[in-house]
């Protein structure tokens, strides 16, 4: 048996090459259409009714009850001319030559354009790597949809209380405060999923910030506290420039410790000179009792300490001439709100070793973020005594309210966040 392929633009100029070339007694194996949009025909001479295996359809042909014989050529072509001359009969259906389809027949073509179903029988996409294909694309597409719709009903099915619980975390957050803060309010407040939850939540946050009553800031013996650069000597100043402006010089003395550096207390000597009060030095040849002792009568006493790291030897000098001082010392710790929580902590630590009457929370007008130094003095529960907010003296510092100070942490907040916003995008 000879087997010769054929190829031609479409079917019917195949069939016509096959019967020129073979013959009408070709007989037609297969036929497919190339990835170029060519038709092949495999077309067989001298065919004996027997197949080879390779060219056997895998799925199940119909029942017959004669032995198979394949199309030839001038068959093929006999029904395309016979369907393009014969013109069909009304509401007739589009085949009107009806016969059993074996595995090898092609149906027919039109005069124009090639039938749709032929069209897709004959596509290289028909064949069984491309039902695979297809099947396994179905597959996916299904596995898909059904992880989809898996996810919308959790996100339907998460309780409402976590979401309006994940907000207000998320802006407690914004705010600066710590995780343990943060905590704390979600687990006390209520929420209900209403406009006022925030001013609820800000008001309890205020609740918790230990804050010391001003009817005796004023008076007595004050020492200022912290690290080197905090604006301990300036608060000095400011607070005894407003006790001057409000009730005279009489009454008011400035004393320094700070005898390490060169020159340091300089600057609490000009502020003496202008408030017209006395200023005293504390140096190796004296003692800060004596000191304290001699101006015990006056009704403001403010102390002047050294700035040191935590970690500078000279600290534990400071600290031991705090402890040894006489009980009517109250001792204030200045924080620098631009200062990381971390490093906040660190101060504390250090100088928790002395007993401290609270804090002065410096510098925040400088400060991106209140939230840290909130933080700290609510977990250390460190009375906030006084709260500074720039260089000018004496408007910049004022007894401390919490209110005051969350609306000024929300302020902050907002600002930068502004401010970040105009820089991130260039606008």
Known sequence: MQIRRFRAPDMRQAIRKVRDAVGPDAVILSNQRLPTGEIEIVAALDYDGSLPSSMTSKRPAAPRSDKYTAPSADYLERIEKAKSQTPPAENAPPQAIKRPVTQFEMPPLSNDKEDPVLEENLSIRNNDSAKQLRDMELELKNVRAMLEQRQQAESRAEPKENIIESRAREKLKGLGLSEFVVSR???????????????????????YIPVRSSSSELKGCIAFMGPTGVGKTTSIGKIAAQHVLKHGSDGVVLITTDSYRIAAHEQLRTFGRILNVPVE???????????????AHYSLVLVDTAGMNPRDSNLERQLLMMKRARASLKKLLVLPCTSQRQVLKTVVDVYSQIQLDGCVLSKLDESASLGEAISVVIEEGLPVVYIADGQRIPDDIEPARAHNLISRAVYTAEHYSQLYGSLKYGS
Not at 287 to 294: F, G, M, P, S, T
């Open 281 to 295: 030095v504390v140096n190796e040849y004296s003692d800060l009792n004596e000191v304290l002792a001699k101006y």
């Open 185 to 207: 309010l979600i687990d006390d407040i209520d929420l209900k999923g209403r406009e006022d939850d925030w001013n609820r939540l800000l008001a309890h946050l205020a609740d």
